[in-house]
């Protein structure tokens, strides 16, 4: 188990425990896989900001044990993209729902994409708005049951993965809560990564997604999530077999001039001197 | 008036272009928006100005986003603003509250235009000003102030960078389409050279909001920031909302007391014997004056009282001045705002009249002189019948 | 309502977009900075600026400027049909029209209007862009609002240094212009303005 030989309470705000998250609810295995994640790469918390927009997953910064902003529905990343250049050397994470990241946020994620400023974006997707009692959202998938699509919903499902990677994201994956090694692994990986990383992970809600569908407990959900992803690592995948909605993995990771980058040059440029306090 | 002859090291700037030098004299570092007429130019000027100095232009996709990384850089350290006009400013309004729970200095520039919608983007408005103190959801302080020529815009913008660090709030600097976009020779002092906010040291427990001092992230220990009810320590209260009522309280109070704030609430011109004032602010102050100069060449006694602060209300002048006048005239462009709280304050003590103009025009200063006159004269018809 | 003597004179330069309505607007704006005045400039912008209609208004004063928009305008140059059409109204009750020669056949004679070759006078000169500059000397020849020397000086601190003989020649070649309109009771009623 991730863990084996360290201790990641101290990456936990233990004190505001238990979370507000219903019983088998995903979101917990994000936050151990984060915290896993800080504590393997021994961040210095004062140098680390987690960033939450509104609803289940925005929550996330008040249980890890570094720099938090909770924000506004929807902005988190505009507001990561304004701390980020403010002072480039910290550390932004910034965990947002599959609502508040592509419906509300949506014009955030793809603009902060397009930019590849290096912030790690890590998208909760459990298909449906939780914090507010089971709505259909965007990443819902398509015929499903939610408290505002009971008959089935009929609105086509958004694929993280394609929009982050059409936006310009240079590091994409996918994993899920039944993955529990995975997450903290592409958690680091996106840390790493100089540049606009997303890494969306599967999350199961078994209060409203799982009661309305049918689909039993939170354990039950966990196999249907790894039924639903058939575990083929992407790179043996050709494109065709990539574009289903729920593959998992690592989709790209490449090194583009990142933005807080290009700006410092922008600066150097005009005889500025940017950044770097 | 009292001509002055002009020095020769005046220049001629645009008012929008005043306002982006008052900010880079307040030390402004971090800029994002996103263009709208009419305030442009002040987006165009600070991609100009900051990249030399080291600072941050962004232009980010929306006002949204725009406002929501003024915020996130204030955290981050930066002295921020953004600039926008109506439409865009009403974009902001929930991440403005944000920044008053969050008790997050930072300075929003309305250059307002004629409404609703997108209405007449390149005409006059004042049509804001009811929007600026009400319109995010909630209560909060605010501090919303004004400028009437393009040495207002530049110092009005220094101050309201300093009355945002001071109070640790958002602070508004209303001016509009003409006031922005009007040449005035200025004299203005070269800007500063470049420098990095200082922040006091905190420990781990000291509190972090309510009277404590701004710190940022990175510049101290570990810090949480929520748009939820909070206390001292920034976690949140979900049950009860008491720490941030007060800090709400508190800081209204602290506004309201400063001798800084009192001292600039307001201009008094010709009001010591005058029976008619009239009550104006931004462009239509400069209107309200010559008027004033034209009441009185027409044997009214009539003076002005410009006002430089518009949210919180100066209801202490406006209750002396309703004890020394016969009628308060308040000429706006918009259907009648500040008249609200003016009533208000003076409380049915003396004769208010609003003349509202809302379809771009400009309030000319024959028109208040004349609506002045004519209500001057029915309240004697009234009182000798 | 009682009138002021402001000592201030209300200038509306208005053409079409490329004639360089806007710069001739910043030079009579900094000439009268220069000669010491106060000056409110305020120039048309958004969508009309690009679309044809360009315009300047100034206000140019011995005393501080309180309302500082231009509604009614005492000096009107006109270098184009729909600045013509579109701003004639806005002319003050004793104000003075300086039109583009060639409107003249259109627009009629008038004792408010005076027409001057500001085109062919530019054509010659090599360019039909130093119709602004022509138009700048012939306005202020004809309203005396600020002097040769400033307006001079404003010249040379905006435009670009290739064209700046050609410009100052235009300069003296619409003072020329004006000079020979200067109906009397014009130059009398403005000849202290603002000096």
Known sequence: MPKLGLNIDKYLRTQVLPTVWCPGCGNGNIVEGLATAFSRMEVDPTRVVVVGGIGCSGRTPFYVQTNAMHTTHGRALAYATGLKMAQPDLTVVVTAGDGDALAIGGNHFIHAARRNIDLTVLLYNNGIYGMTGGQRGPTTPFGSRTTTSLAGNIERTFDTVEIAMAAGATYVARTTTFDMQEIPLRIQEAMAHPGFAVVE????????????????????????????????????????????????????????????QAYSDLCSQVGGNYGHN | MNPEPNKNNQKLVMGNEAVAMGAIAAGCDFFAG????????????????????????????????????????????????????????????????????????????????????????????????????????????????????????????????????????????????????????????????????????????????????????????????????????????????????????????????DPEIIDSWALKYQLDDADVAIVAYGITARSAREAADLLRADGIKAGLLDLKILWPFPNEILRELAGKVAAIIVPELNLGQMVLPLKAAVGGRVVVHSLNRADGTLLTPNDIAEFAAKQLNSIEERTHA | MATIERDQVRIRLAGRGSQGIMLGGTILAEAAVIDGLMVAEIQEFGPEARLGAAKADLIISKGQIAFPVVHQADFLLCLSRPAYVRY?????????????????????????????????????????????????????????????????????????TETLTENLAALDIGYELGYKQVPQQIGSRWANAAR
């Open chain 1, 201 to 260: 992970i599967l999350t199961q809600c078994p209060t409203y997604y799982g009661s309305l569908n049918q689909l039993g407990d939170a354990s039950d959900m966990l196999i249907w999530q790894r039924d639903l992803t058939d575990g083929v690592p992407v790179k043996m995948l050709n494109r065709e077999e990539l574009l289903g909605p729920l593959r998992t993995g690592v989709f790209r990771n490449e090194k583009v001039t990142e933005f807080t």
């Open chain 2, 34 to 257: 996103y263009p709208i007429t009419p305030a442009t130019e002040i987006l165009e000027e600070m991609s100009k100005m900051l990249p030399p100095r080291g600072g941050v232009f962004l232009q980010m996709e929306d006002e949204l986003s725009a406002i929501a990384a003024v915020i996130g850089a204030a955290w981050g350290g930066s002295i921020s603003m953004t600039a926008t006009s109506g439409p865009g400013f009403s974009l902001m309004q929930e991440n403005l509250g944000y920044a008053s729970i969050t008790q997050t200095p930072c300075v929003v520039v309305d250059c307002q235009r004629g409404g609703p919608s997108t209405g007449l983007p390149k005409l006059a408005s004042q049509g804001d000003v009811m929007q600026a103190r009400f319109g995010s959801h909630g209560d909060r302080p605010t501090l919303v102030i004004t400028a009437s020529s393009v040495n207002d815009c530049y110092e009005s913008t220094v101050f309201a960078f300093k009355m945002s660090q001071k109070h640790r709030m958002p602070v508004i600097l209303l001016i509009d389409g003409v006031i922005g976009h009007i040449r005035e020779p200025v004299e203005l002092p070269p800007a500063p050279p470049p420098r990095k906010a200082t922040f006091p040291k905190i420990d781990a427990d000291s509190p972090r909001f309510g009277d404590a001092p701004f710190v940022p992230f990175g510049h101290g220990p570990v810090t949480v920031v929520t748009g939820l009810a909070h206390q001292s320590n920034g976690l949140a209260e979900t049950q009860k909302g008491s720490h941030t009522e007060q800090m709400i309280r508190t800081t209204i109070e602290n506004i309201c007391r």
């Open chain 3, 88 to 160: 004639s109204t806005t002319l003050s009750m004793n104000g003075l029209m300086i039109a583009e020669e060639t409107l003249r056949e259109e627009m009629g004679d008038s004792f408010r209007v005076t027409y001057i070759p500001f085109r062919a006078a530019a054509l010659e000169l090599g360019k039909e862009l130093y119709s602004n500059i022509i138009g700048l000397g012939a306005l202020a020849a004809l309203s005396n609002a600020v002097t040769k020397e400033s307006l001079q000086n404003a010249v040379r601190a905006r435009v670009e």
